[in-house]
């Protein structure tokens, strides 16, 4: 073979510059070529062969990686896939991208199948369920840990697992989980000091306040953004009282009811484009307890009535409540939203960032009735990771809902806008509710002129068809 | 609206049509025919290699077929339609295809309103009644028959002559190569094949002018420590090719390598021609668009069982100015059907000469390749028919691994093979405990595999 090697590499260097080939040293070749005309040609046949046959490429080092381990939940059924591949491709062709199939899944108890989906290591929306492949993908270390979380052995779990570990020690022991957190951030990169401290927001309380006040001048903006919110939170204000004093004329504080008991917030149009941005930025950085301080009132007394809003700045304010009020005044907020079937899903779904599982749950039914557009997002994201469970009472009194069998009725005939909102809507509330209010919902759009088999349904289909492999 | 064969006579576009759809209405023609809602579809075996798929809508009469004709609805979805208002028994009520529900979906996005297939206003010229007519046959004229032989043999002897006089001129083309030296060659190498594939195509060597004019894309894929290798190997292989047809022009498959591929009729005529029937997976697709403007389809199967493995291949080309077609079959799926092989020294690509509609297990096994050197078949398939340009392999439980470039690998304890293309990332967790793929000497292209997590396709 040797042999081969060596007249196989004369001959390439002579043919890669064209240069004569000399005489060949390999007999059986001499002999199979023969001479003259069509010789050379007849070489070039026999060496392409040889190349083919006898050789094969050397591999450079080569390891290959860890089994793909299994998770705790089973992946759907095989007969369901098919759907959920064709739901995948819709998703990425309308850019609405794989998450809320991947949440609806997960709550109903399942894994994507990893040859359908496979999260990447920094996909940090993806249910716990998932940070054995997370892990995986980042090529961290798959063993098992059995080994306690603590500061010390903190190093030896892989990132996706250690987060859920964190985040569970955070509920069942909120000293334990900010000891390692404090011991820990700060040598981690920026996006991971972030993450680790977003943790505190399980179970704030006042024993986080110095470990908060630590990281109160890092270098990372979003980091002082973060401590500043939860520091509000807990009274500590770390603002400048004179932005509040420069909001608070911006803004009108009355009194209404038969007593004219309760304080009302009216944001009212100003008088330039230039004044409407300030305000709004103001509203950014401004705590909620700063700007009660300016109009001189407690903080509760600011989310006393729901405001009166007609230069549309109300969910500047929702946010400034969601990310800045105690956890009363957000209660207390909250529970008027929840009531009031005023206040627009997108408020709803701001004051839902802080929420817990039940509590969206609630805000969820109400705002189902009340949804305004035939898209659903608000609904979505009020929902969160709760889904595929919502029971659709009052659906089908909801201006949106009514819009959205409109658009069913006449399905071929409108525009790319309104086939879009048809299909985002349907496919959300796909992913919303639970299979019977799901098959009401397709009968539904049926009735009203929509092919059963249009696949615009699919999603509706997939909700009827995934059973729950435990109870949600 | 009811379907029926006024509202089909309407929406022909011409007499033409509704006669050539006529001539599909024999239920062999057809198979998975199925119906749900308004809607209907089936696959028929056209022309092509691959069956056409045919969907139609019976309420507003919008429909879709795979298949490359411009006339809308073509003959397909008009035998369809005639069908399904003939036997509307024989559509079975199931749930609607992935490619069904494709189609709806392009459909509404595209529309503007309700089907256009019904505006057809020219309904008094047709009739379903004419197309169904038998047409009448005028006898045979044996002095004419003699005549239009004779010229026959005369086209023949000229091809020859000129296809013999073309590859002379090849092989001084290869000499000239390897004279003036690999190097400048790589350099040039879509222009020089070019100008010389235009020369084969004037001499009617067009299916040897295709492999030159695309054996630039395949070399200059490749790295430019192996380009050199590889442009030995393809000039080689033409060598081989102009040699074997010249010392047997009237062999099928030197015939079909240097000049034409056989009709699809000339292949059912051959009673000679090998069968095989089997149950067969579909392992997946490779679509290539060719520098001639023509795309090329190559549905690659493999049969499941445990005789084998046998592979065969159906491959359709359609302009590129058609568009995107849909593919004939979903990758991973069943059929049991006889396919007719082209002859060839190693058969590979096929017809579907008999298809059943009997339910399949999707999940049967596949054939256990032999316990020997993997590459043991693609080294008899050379040594058969040494001008393949790659060969359909088999290959034992093994990993995919990525080497320190990210370049991905199969491998198993004693073989590596380099892998063409990017992997899903699903491979390179997942054990393959079998996998098929083509093999050209330098690069493995993964079609299939079985895996601890189910079938994974390769060819996304």
């Known amino acids: 073979m040797l042999e081969v090697q060596d007249q196989l590499e004369r001959l390439r260097g002579a043919w890669m510059s064209g240069r004569a080939i000399g005489d060949l040293t390999l007999p059986d070749w001499r002999e199979a070529v023969g001479e003259g005309a069509g010789a050379e040609v007849a070489l070039v046949a026999l060496t392409g062969q040889a190349l083919q046959v006898l050789f094969r490429p050397v591999p450079p080092r080569l390891t290959p990686r860890p089994l793909l381990p299994a998770l705790s939940a089973p992946t759907p059924p095989e007969a369901i896939r098919a759907r959920i591949r064709r739901l995948l491709v819709a998703r990425r062709s309308d850019m609405s991208g794989p998450k809320g199939l991947v949440l609806f899944l997960a709550a109903r108890g399942y894994a994507m199948h990893p040859a359908d989906w ?62 390692i957190i404090a011991a820990r951030a700060a040598g981690e990169p920026a996006d991971r000091r972030l993450a680790l401290l977003q943790i505190l927001e399980h179970g704030l309380s006042a024993d986080d306040v110095p470990i908060l006040e630590s990281f109160a001048r890092d270098r990372s903006d979003r980091i002082q953004a973060l401590v500043r919110m939860f520091l509000a939170r807990l009274g500590r204000s770390s603002g400048d009282a004179a932005l509040a004093r420069e909001l608070a004329p911006m803004v009108e504080l009355g009194r209404v009811g038969l007593l004219k008991r309760r304080n009302q917030l009216t944001f009212r149009p100003l008088k330039t484009r230039p004044l409407e941005n300030r305000r ?66 997108e408020v709803a779904e701001i004051l839902c960032r802080r929420a817990t599982a039940e509590e969206r749950s609630a805000m969820l039914a109400a705002v189902l009735a009340r949804e305004a557009s035939a898209r659903f997002d608000g609904s979505l994201a009020v929902a969160g990771h709760g889904l595929g469970a919502a029971g659709g009472v009052g659906l089908s009194q909801s201006d949106g809902y009514k819009e959205l069998l409109g658009l069913a009725a006449a399905a071929s005939g409108h525009t790319v806008a309104a086939a879009s909102t048809l299909a985002i809507g349907l496919a959300n509330l796909g992913l919303l509710l639970d299979p019977t209010a799901a098959r009401t919902v397709v009968a539904d759009c049926q009735a009203a002129g929509l092919s059963g088999a249009d696949p615009l349904l699919d999603m509706l289909y997939l909700n009827i068809a995934l059973k729950p492999e435990r109870a949600t | ?19 050539a759809a006529a001539a599909l209405l024999k239920p062999a023609k057809w198979s998975s025919r199925g119906a749900s809602g308004g809607l209907i579809w089936a696959e028929c075996q056209g022309s092509g290699a691959n069956p056409y798929r045919v969907a139609a809508d019976t309420v ?21 339609m005639w069908l399904h208002v003939d036997e509307p028994g024989d559509f079975t009520p199931s749930e609607i295809p992935d490619w069904v529900g494709e189609w709806l979906g392009r459909r509404r996005k595209s529309s503007s309103g309700g089907g256009g297939a019904a505006a057809n206003t020219t309904a008094g010229q047709k009739s ?61 190498m879509p222009d020089r094949c070019r100008r010389f594939a235009a020369r084969l195509v004037d001499a009617k060597a067009g299916a040897l002018a295709s492999r030159l004019d695309e054996a630039p894309s395949r070399v200059l894929r490749l790295p430019d420590e192996e380009r050199i290798d590889a442009a030995i190997v393809e000039l080689g292989k033409l060598a081989l090719l102009a040699r074997a047809w010249r010392a047997a022009p009237d062999d099928p498959e030197l015939h079909r390598e240097v000049i034409a591929t056989e009709t699809r009729d000339d292949l059912i005529a051959d009673h000679d021609a090998l069968r095989h029937s089997a149950v067969w997976e579909v392992l997946g697709e490779q679509i290539v668009t060719r520098r001639d403007g023509l795309v090329s389809v190559s549905t690659w199967l493999l049969n499941t069982g445990v005789e084998g493995p046998r592979f065969a291949v159906l491959v359709d080309y359609f302009p590129a100015s058609a568009g995107r077609r849909s593919g004939a079959f979903a990758a991973g799926a069943c059929f049991w059907g006889e396919l007719l092989f082209y002859p060839a020294r190693v058969p590979l690509r096929a017809i579907i000469a008999q298809r059943s509609d009997a339910d399949v297990r999707a999940d049967a096994p596949w054939p256990q390749p032999a316990p020997t050197d993997p590459l043991a078949a693609y080294g008899e398939a050379l040594l058969a028919a040494p001008w393949l340009l790659a060969a359909p392999i088999a290959l034992p439980s093994g990993r995919i691994a990525a080497d320190p470039s990210g370049r991905p690998w199969w491998l198993d304890g004693t073989v590596a093979l380099p892998v063409e293309g990017a992997v899903p990332d699903i491979a390179l967790g997942a054990r393959l405990d079998t996998a098929a793929g083509l093999w050209n000497g330098a690069r493995l292209t993964l079609l299939a595999a079985r895996t601890n997590w189910g079938r994974v396709g390769f060819d996304a």
Not at chain 1, 118 to 146: F, G, I, K, M, T
Not at chain 1, 315 to 332: G, H, I, L, Q
Not at chain 2, 60 to 80: N, T, Y
Request: charged share 25%; hydrophobic share 45%; aromatic share 6%.
């Open chain 2, 128 to 188: 379903l009644a004419a197309a169904t007519a038998e047409a009448p046959v005028s006898p045979v004229d044996p002095a004419a028959e003699e005549k239009r032989r004779a010229a026959a043999g005369k086209r023949a002897a000229d091809l020859r002559h000129q296809v013999a006089t073309s590859l002379d001129d090849l092989e001084v083309w290869i000499s000239d190569q390897l004279r003036t030296g690999l190097g400048g060659f790589l350099a040039e």
């Open chain 1, 280 to 345: 709004r930025e103001l509203m950014s950085v401004v705590s909620l307890a700063e700007l009660a301080a300016a109009l001189s009132v407690e903080e509760r007394g600011l989310v006393e009535t729901v405001p009166v809003d007609p230069a549309r700045v109300g969910d500047a304010f929702a946010t400034m409540v969601a990310e800045t009020a105690s956890a009363a005044a957000w209660r207390a907020f909250f529970d008027l939203a929840l009531q009031d079937g005023n206040v627009p899903p």
């Open chain 2, 1 to 19: 609206m009811t379907l029926s064969h006024s509202e089909i006579e309407a929406m022909a576009p011409d007499q033409s049509a509704l006669k």
């Open chain 2, 60 to 80: 507003d009469i919008g429909s879709k077929c795979s298949c490359p004709s411009r006339k809308f609805p073509c003959k397909h979805a008009i035998a369809l």
């Open chain 1, 118 to 179: 496979l999260p990447r290591a920094a996909d940090d929306w993806v249910p716990a369920l998932y940070a054995p492949w997370q892990s995986w993908a980042a090529s961290e270390p798959l063993d098992d840990v059995a080994e306690t979380l603590t500061a010390e052995t903190y190093d030896n779990w892989p990132r996706a697992a250690r987060r859920t570990a964190l985040v569970a020690l955070r509920r069942s022991n909120p000293a334990a989980a900010r000891a």
